[in-house]
């Protein structure tokens, strides 16, 4: 069994307002050592091992679901993970 850590940001490129909103927080509350803030998505699966390659099965959940690709961008981690 693998536990996959995947991480879904938006692009560099794209306008990210709820991270302009909490930067401003964060300012108003004195933390004004803050330059930038961007909002993502964190999310842990369990998956259970099969014939198929876990990258493969990862990127194509990613792809199809999991990130909106034309203005995110996502990453993962996978450990091997003891069934429970």
Known sequence: MYKVKVFVT???SVLDPQGTAVKSSLHSLNYNEVTDVRIGKYMELMIEKSERNVEEI????????????VIEDYRYEIEEAVAK
Not at 58 to 69: D, G, H, Q, S, T
């Open 10 to 12: 938006l692009r560099e």
């Open 58 to 69: 990862i990127k194509e959940m990613c792809e199809r679901l999991l990130a909106n690709v």
